[in-house]
T-cell receptor, first 114, second 116 residues
Framework: DQQVKQNSPSLSVQEGRISILNCDYT??????FLWYKKYPAEGPTFLIS?????DKNEDGRFTVFLNKSAKHLSLHIVPSQPGDSAVYFC?????????????FGQGTTLQVKP | DAGVIQSPRHEVTEMGQEVTLRCKPI?????LFWYRQTMMRGLELLIY????????DSGMPEDRFSAKMPNASFSTLKIQPSEPRDSAVYFC??????????????FGPGTRLTVL
């Protein structure tokens, strides 16, 4: 049972345009969400996160939006750059258990074309 | 800091052989996680440790998989016997549990395992 789902395996956008990556979750106990970025032959690296008490968090070109009622979050990259081409993983955590355990989605491969 | 160190980076073995993957977490981190990445399921958590103690191994696929953390600076993931369906990239990650805060996990570069 996939509790965190990224239904789009890949996304291609033009440099300078907006990239929107989507993520859905099923467990209402999740209250913290993260995005990780992964380049080939490297491990994932933390990108941005959001707590369930917020609906938006922004860091430079990266913004994460959370819609709790829809159990949906999205990552916006504006403007997209070729160096953003990577696999993006959405992850969720339930802090009530205070375990530090993260549940990841399948990943979305973003290609930004020059 | 050197970050999370994993060895080997690549492993090719034949079905039925024992495989041991190794991980050295970031110094001072007290949580360690083993993940497996596949195309179909993305990043799956296999097992994680807090203060060297296994907390949740519900993601370990079957008894052929075992993990140990004999001390704060070393962990192993063993597959015995290995099967072709175990072929994947295995990641180790570590974090500093600060209590009450979701802690950033730092990933190693991964071990690409191929079982023929």
């Amino acid at each position: 049972d996939q509790q965190v789902k990224q239904n789009s395996p890949s996304l291609s956008v033009q440099e300078g345009r907006i990239s929107i990556l989507n993520c859905d979750y099923t467990n209402s106990m999740f209250d913290y969400f993260l995005w990780y970025k992964k380049y080939p032959a490297e491990g994932p690296t933390f990108l941005i996160s959001i707590s369930s008490i917020k609906d938006k968090n922004e860091d430079g070109r990266f913004t994460v939006f959370l819609n709790k009622s829809a159990k949906h979050l999205s990552l916006h990259i504006v403007p997209s750059q070729p160096g953003d081409s990577a696999v993006y993983f959405c992850a969720a955590s339930g802090r009530s258990g205070n375990t530090g355990k993260l549940i990841f989605g399948q990943g979305t491969t973003l290609q930004v074309k020059p | 800091d050197a970050g999370v160190i994993q060895s080997p980076r690549h492993e090719v073995t034949e079905m039925g052989q024992e495989v041991t993957l190794r991980c050295k977490p970031i110094s001072g981190h007290n949580s360690l996680f083993w993940y497996r990445q596949t195309m179909m399921r993305g990043l799956e958590l296999l097992i994680y440790f807090n203060n060297n103690v296994p907390i949740d191994d519900s993601g370990m696929p079957e008894d052929r998989f075992s993990a140990k953390m004999p001390n704060a600076s070393f962990s192993t993931l063993k597959i015995q016997p290995s099967e072709p369906r175990d072929s994947a990239v295995y990641f180790c990650a570590s974090s500093l549990r600060a209590g009450g805060v979701t802690d950033t996990q730092y990933f190693g570069p991964g071990t690409r395992l191929t079982v023929l």
